[in-house]
Nanobody, 116 residues
Framework: QVQLVESGGGLVQAGGSLRLSCAASARIFRGNDVIWYRQAPGNQRVRVGRITSDARQTEEEFVKGRFTISRDNAKNTVYLQMNSLKPEDTGVYYC??????????WGQGTQVTVSS
């Protein structure tokens, strides 16, 4: 069974930190890139960053220097470390792989709320 399970969200004050986890089925994780997205209320889902199968990461400009992506291949898990959080970082965070993007499969996401 294919799964993507995001976790680690919560309520945090501006300037705080959270670490999100993305646990994926081995079948869609191994050897594949993993991409983080977020969706703010009333807005479309946007990409936050990406980590390749060999752990090279790229982040969008609006999170660069604050968010870091890492992966633990032994656990089929990718992490999104979010520091210096801002209220505009509020939203539901999702991870996905090329398989999910092709098939339209998404996990349930994890809610992040940053208070000012």
């Amino acid at each position: 069974q294919v799964q993507l399970v995001e976790s680690g969200g919560g309520l945090v004050q501006a300037g705080g930190s959270l670490r999100l986890s993305c646990a994926a089925s081995a079948r869609i994780f191994r050897g594949n890139d993993v991409i983080w997205y977020r969706q703010a209320p009333g807005n479309q889902r946007v990409r936050v960053g990406r980590i390749t199968s060999d752990a090279r990461q790229t982040e969008e400009e609006f999170v660069k220097g604050r968010f870091t992506i890492s992966r633990d291949n032994a656990k089929n898990t990718v992490y999104l470390q979010m520091n210096s959080l801002k209220p505009e970082d509020t939203g539901v965070y999702y991870c996905n792989t090329p398989w999910g993007l092709t098939t339209g499969y998404w996990g349930q996401g994890t809610q992040v709320t940053v208070s000012s």
